[in-house]
Every structure is written in C-alpha cells, then in structure tokens.
C-alpha cells in the first residue's frame, strides 16, 4: 500500500489486490480513516496468481488512521 498526501488532510491510497491459486470473483475492499470511508472494488474477475491495481482518494486527519479491509470476495 502506498500513501501520498495531495493537499490538506486529503491523502491518495494506492494498493493491490492479489489472489493465490484461486479466481477472486468481483472483490470489495472499503478504505476507512478517521474521517471517511469509501467502498472500492470492481466488477472484474481478478485472475489466480494475479494481482489488480487501484487507488482512491480519502480524507483523514492522521495518515495512520487510513486501513484497507476486505468485505466481500468470491472464490471460483
């Protein structure tokens, strides 16, 4: 993951998903800080043995407050 801030508590994420032997079906992933969070995801297989990019930009107040959790993901 990688963090940039872009101006006054505003901060640029960007991070992978990655999958092992298995089909990832359509992953959701919500990005959350002190002050927000947004859902990111996509509506694209992510192949086995892959990885996809993404990124999103969030407000926080402490760039350590800014986490990334899985909320959905399917295995084929």
Not at 56 to 66: P, R
Request: aromatic content about 4%; some cysteine; proline content about 1%.
């Amino acid at each position: 993951m990688s963090i940039t801030n872009i101006g006054t508590e505003k901060f640029l994420v960007e991070f992978n998903i990655c999958t092992g032997d298995n089909t990832l079906d359509k992953a959701k992933d919500v990005v959350q800080s002190d002050i927000e969070s947004i859902k990111v995801g996509t509506e694209k297989d992510v192949p086995a043995n892959e990885c996809r990019a993404y990124e999103t930009q969030i407000h926080s107040k402490h760039v350590d407050e800014i986490k990334i959790d899985i909320l959905e993901h399917v295995l084929k």
